[in-house]
C-alpha cells in the first residue's frame, strides 16, 4: 500500500483539439496540505475534477483515500470535501438552510444535519447571518459558507479549487486560517492556486503545473530559491550615476543589479532581511542619490513560470520564447561584469 493518501499518474485528458492533462503526476501525504499551482488553462480544475469523482481521464489511474477514482468512485466520495472554483451555494437558501441541506444530502437526519450547521456557522463566523439568504453575502463570506457546506460530513480529504480568487486581503487570510485549522485537525487539503504567496502561506509541497503537467514540484522555500529569492526594485530620480548607483548598493545585493529606462528602474536580487529597503535607501542617499520609490518584492508565479518556462503565466499559452526579449538591449547592466544575467529583467511587476 501506498502512504500517499492522494495519488494521480499520467492522468490524460482532452477535450476535443484541447489537451486539458497531459500525463500529470501527483502525490499527497496524509494530513498535508499540497498546492497545485498554475496559471489559467493549466488544467487545474480538470485535475480536481478528476481526483473528485466528477470526470474520467482519458488514461492515466488516481486513487483517493485508498480507492480508484474511476472505479470505486462511490467510495472516493465518501471520504472527501469539494469546494469548487465557481460557488456553488443556492443563492435562495440561508446559510443556515445551504448547510443543513448539505448535510442531509449527505446523509445525515435532520436533527443531526441541524447541529451540523450550528457548528459550522459557528466555527466559519457566521452566526449572526446565518438567518439570512447567501444571494446577500460577501464573496468572502460565500466562500466561507463554500468551504463549510463541504465539511458537513467531516471528511478527511478536502479539495479546494482556487479558494480565495476574487476575495480582498482580510477574507483570504479568514480562508487561510480556517484551511490551517483544518490541516492541524489532520484533514489532507489539496488546493489549486495561481499566488505562489498563498502556496507559500499554506502548503508543505507544490506542484506546479503548465500546459496539463507538472513542470516543477518541491517545498515552497525550493521553488522561491530556483527564481534566485527577493528582488529589489528601485526608481531613481532622473540623472543619478550609475556606477556610483552600483557601489551603493553593492553591500545590500545578491548579484548584479540591472538598470532599465535610462537607468531610472534598478533590480538587483537581495537576501530577505528586515529593514533593507531602510538601509538602501539611506545609502543610496548618502550617496547623493535620490530616490522615488523603493521596494522588497517577493517571487511571484510570474517569476517561478518564467524562469520555468521563458515566457509569463499571463502570456498566450503555446509561446516557447521570453517574452518581450528584445528588451534585453534595454537593460544596461551595472557593476564591473557584464554577465549573470537574470532572466527575470523582463518580469513584469
Ligand atoms: N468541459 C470542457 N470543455 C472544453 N474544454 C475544456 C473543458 N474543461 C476544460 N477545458 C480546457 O482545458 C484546459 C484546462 O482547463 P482547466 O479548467 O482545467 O484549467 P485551470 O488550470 O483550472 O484554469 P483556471 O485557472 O482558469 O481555472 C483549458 O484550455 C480549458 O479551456
Ligand atoms: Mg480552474
Same mark, same amino acid.
Given at each position: 500500500?501506498?502512504?500517499?493518501?492522494?495519488?494521480?499518474?499520467?492522468?490524460?485528458?482532452?477535450?476535443?483539439?484541447?489537451?486539458?492533462?497531459?500525463?500529470?503526476?501527483?502525490?499527497?501525504?496524509?494530513?498535508?496540505?499540497?498546492?497545485?499551482?498554475?496559471?489559467?488553462?493549466?488544467?487545474?480544475?480538470?485535475?480536481?475534477?478528476?481526483?473528485?469523482?466528477?470526470?474520467?481521464?482519458?488514461?492515466?489511474?488516481?486513487?483517493?483515500?485508498?480507492?480508484?477514482?474511476?472505479?470505486?468512485?462511490?467510495?472516493?466520495?465518501?471520504?472527501?470535501?469539494?469546494?469548487?472554483?465557481?460557488?456553488?451555494?443556492?443563492?435562495?437558501?440561508?446559510?443556515?438552510?445551504?448547510?443543513?441541506?448539505?448535510?442531509?444530502?449527505?446523509?445525515?437526519?435532520?436533527?443531526?444535519?441541524?447541529?451540523?450547521?450550528?457548528?459550522?456557522?459557528?466555527?466559519?463566523?457566521?452566526?449572526? #447571518?446565518?438567518?439570512?439568504?447567501?444571494? =446577500?453575502?460577501?464573496?468572502?463570506?460565500? !466562500?466561507? %459558507? &463554500?468551504? /463549510?457546506?463541504?465539511? *458537513?460530513?467531516?471528511?478527511?480529504?478536502?479539495?479546494?479549487?482556487?479558494?480565495?480568487?476574487?476575495?480582498?486581503?482580510?477574507?483570504?487570510?479568514?480562508?487561510?486560517?480556517?484551511?490551517?485549522?483544518?490541516?492541524?485537525?489532520?484533514?489532507?487539503?489539496?488546493?489549486?492556486?495561481?499566488?505562489?504567496?498563498?502556496?507559500?502561506?499554506?502548503?508543505?509541497?507544490?506542484?506546479?503545473?503548465?500546459?496539463?503537467?507538472?513542470?516543477?514540484?518541491?517545498?515552497?522555500?525550493?521553488?522561491?530559491?530556483?527564481?534566485?529569492?527577493?528582488?529589489?526594485?528601485?526608481?531613481?530620480?532622473?540623472?543619478?550615476?550609475?556606477?556610483?548607483?552600483?557601489?551603493?548598493?553593492?553591500?545590500?545585493?545578491?548579484?548584479?543589479?540591472?538598470?532599465?529606462?535610462?537607468?531610472?528602474?534598478?533590480? #538587483?536580487?537581495?537576501?530577505?532581511?528586515? =529593514?533593507?529597503?531602510?538601509?538602501?535607501? !539611506?545609502? %543610496? &542617499?548618502? /550617496?547623493?542619490?535620490? *530616490?522615488?520609490?523603493?521596494?522588497?518584492?517577493?517571487?511571484?508565479?510570474?517569476?517561478?513560470?518564467?524562469?520555468?518556462?521563458?515566457?509569463?503565466?499571463?502570456?498566450?499559452?503555446?509561446?516557447?520564447?521570453?517574452?518581450?526579449?528584445?528588451?534585453?538591449?534595454?537593460?544596461?547592466?551595472?557593476?564591473?561584469?557584464?554577465?549573470?544575467?537574470?532572466?527575470?529583467?523582463?518580469?513584469?511587476?
Amino acid at each position: 500500500m501506498s502512504s500517499y493518501i492522494i495519488e494521480a499518474e499520467g492522468l490524460v485528458k482532452r477535450y476535443g483539439q484541447v489537451r486539458a492533462l497531459a500525463g500529470l503526476d501527483l502525490q499527497v501525504a496524509e494530513g498535508s496540505i499540497l498546492a497545485v499551482l498554475g496559471p489559467n488553462g493549466a488544467g487545474k480544475t480538470t485535475a480536481v475534477r478528476i481526483l473528485t469523482t466528477r470526470t474520467v481521464p482519458d488514461s492515466g489511474h488516481a486513487r483517493v483515500a485508498g480507492f480508484d477514482v474511476r472505479t470505486q468512485a462511490g467510495q472516493v466520495r465518501r471520504r472527501i470535501g469539494v469546494t469548487a472554483q465557481d460557488v456553488t451555494l443556492d443563492g435562495l437558501l440561508t446559510g443556515r438552510q445551504n448547510l443543513v441541506m448539505a448535510g442531509q444530502l449527505s446523509g445525515l437526519s435532520a436533527r443531526a444535519a441541524a447541529r451540523r450547521a450550528t457548528e459550522l456557522l459557528e466555527r466559519f463566523d457566521l452566526s449572526e #447571518a446565518g438567518g439570512r439568504t447567501a444571494k =446577500g453575502y460577501s464573496g468572502g463570506m460565500r !466562500r466561507r %459558507l &463554500d468551504l /463549510a457546506t463541504s465539511l *458537513v460530513a467531516a471528511p478527511p480529504v478536502l479539495f479546494l479549487d482556487e479558494p480565495t480568487t476574487g476575495l480582498d486581503p482580510t477574507s483570504r487570510a479568514g480562508v487561510w486560517d480556517i484551511i490551517r485549522d483544518l490541516s492541524s485537525g489532520g484533514v489532507t487539503v489539496l488546493l489549486t492556486t495561481q499566488y505562489l504567496d498563498e502556496a507559500d502561506q499554506l502548503a508543505e509541497r507544490v506542484v506546479v503545473v503548465d500546459h496539463g503537467r507538472s513542470i516543477a514540484e518541491g517545498t515552497p522555500a525550493e521553488l522561491k530559491r530556483s527564481v534566485g529569492g527577493a528582488r529589489l526594485e528601485l526608481t531613481l530620480s532622473a540623472g543619478a550615476h550609475l556606477d556610483v548607483v552600483a557601489a551603493a548598493l553593492a553591500p545590500y545585493v545578491e548579484g548584479h543589479p540591472l538598470a532599465s529606462e535610462g537607468g531610472r528602474r534598478v533590480t #538587483a536580487p537581495v537576501s530577505n532581511r528586515g =529593514g533593507l529597503a531602510t538601509l538602501v535607501v !539611506r545609502a %543610496l &542617499d548618502a /550617496a547623493g542619490v535620490s *530616490v522615488d520609490d523603493v521596494e522588497v518584492r517577493q517571487p511571484s508565479l510570474d517569476d517561478v513560470f518564467f524562469v520555468l518556462t521563458g515566457r509569463t503565466a499571463q502570456s498566450d499559452e503555446g509561446g516557447d520564447g521570453p517574452e518581450g526579449a528584445d528588451n534585453d538591449e534595454a537593460a544596461a547592466h551595472l557593476g564591473p561584469e557584464n554577465k549573470a544575467v537574470s532572466n527575470l529583467q523582463e518580469v513584469p511587476a
